[in-house]
């Protein structure tokens, strides 16, 4: 079973690839990861102090996970049981003991979280586009165009701007 957050919209093939691959080699729970690389400090007690972590061994841990559907719904009865916090899936199998298998995963998949992370992921996806699908063009409130992508267009059967055709019909 593949868990996935909706917030990571660029996920490679080859990462699904690992993780099924690593299920069904045996994991009851599989996580892609990739190597932090970013430098990472732990705020101290004391304000304004923080200590430097080794990150040679860290991992940021990404989507989709892989489970054995019993584990899974093992370890959700005991986390809920228990009242113990996890952010993740993979955390309520180490909770009941499960080892949790590390596969490649990709900085493609990246995570939108925040606004900035949006205005990547936009670039990202228009950069990817075939040139055959250039971006649709839609008017803006001074009647100009403007390069940005609209789900409704009355060049591809939408909604005209003021209203005379909708769905590829003419309302006139």
């Known amino acids: 079973m593949l868990v ?16 099924l691959a690593a299920l069904r080699d045996g994991a009851t729970a599989v996580i892609p990861a990739v190597p932090v690389i970013d430098t990472i400090r ?6 304004g ?14 989507t989709p996970q892989g489970f054995d559907l019993a584990t899974l719904v093992r370890a959700h009865h005991h986390v809920r049981s228990v009242g113990l ?7 309520a199998c180490e909770a009941i003991g499960e080892r949790v298998v590390l596969v490649d995963g990709s900085r493609d998949s990246l995570k939108v979280t925040e606004p900035f992370d949006l205005l990547v992921a936009e670039a990202v996806w228009r950069g990817r586009r075939p040139a055959a699908d250039p971006p649709a063009a839609h008017p803006s409130t001074d009647g100009t165009s403007t390069d940005d992508t609209s ?9 005209s701007t003021d209203g005379t055709q909708m769905m590829g019909r003419t309302s006139r």
Do not use: C
């Open 4 to 19: 996935h957050d909706a917030a990571r919209p660029f996920v490679p093939a080859t990462v699904v690839a690992a993780v």
């Open 42 to 47: 732990v705020a101290d007690p004391v304000p």
């Open 49 to 62: 102090e923080a200590t430097v972590v080794d990150r040679s061994r860290l991992r940021a841990v990404q």
């Open 85 to 91: 916090a996890v952010t993740d899936d993979a955390m």
């Open 151 to 159: 789900a409704i267009h009355p060049s591809d059967g939408g909604a």
